[in-house]
């Protein structure tokens, strides 16, 4: 399940002069808007450029049921376990995006004194950025993205295409409910 298809070709270049969300924003839509891909494909497509855009090792797409929360897709998919008992998403930072409805960030190089973030995996990473993708009020999974510390730290770009991410995936992950 790692990288297994490679991403469409780039038509804007990474220079300095094009914004990291830019390029980010349309390698998203090439993704979705090209024709023959299977939904699993694309979401680990997307992921897969996630995890590169943003500098992260890992990341993931969670759906949340009533008795469960389901790992949707993955990049080093071994790593993850396929699903957590809600009775113990609390032990996760995946927990508290659920219930609080709101992104958690965390990067060792800006620590504040708070609990340590724990990824699915049950490792605590040294950078994390969780999303809960929402759609109509209602939390219906997360995008969760861990990894080792970065030089300079979680950059605005990266924040925001974690939020864009989890925006752009809230219909269809509504629609696979």
């Known amino acids: ?74 990049t080093s998919s071994a790593l993850w376990p396929q699903s957590v008992p809600v009775k113990d998403i609390d032990l996760y930072t995946t927990g508290q995006i659920i219930q609080q409805k709101r992104m958690v960030t965390s990067d060792v190089l800006n620590a504040t004194p708070m609990t340590k973030t724990v990824d699915l995996t049950g490792r605590k990473p040294e950078r994390y950025i969780g999303v809960p993708i929402l759609f109509d009020g209602t939390v219906w999974g997360t995008v969760e993205m861990s990894g080792t510390a970065q030089p300079g730290g979680l950059k605005p770009d990266e924040i925001t295409a974690a939020v864009f991410l989890a925006a752009v995936l809230s219909v269809p992950l509504a629609l696979l409910a």
């Open 1 to 74: 399940m790692d990288d297994p298809i490679p991403l469409p070709p780039r038509v804007i270049s990474r220079s300095k002069a094009v914004p990291m969300i830019d390029v980010f924003a349309h390698d998203v839509q090439n993704i979705l808007g090209e024709q023959g891909y299977l939904i699993n494909d694309r979401l680990l497509m997307l992921l897969v450029l996630a995890r590169d855009a943003l500098r992260m090792e890992d990341v993931c797409i969670t759906q949340f049921r009533k008795k469960r929360v389901r790992v949707l897709c993955a």
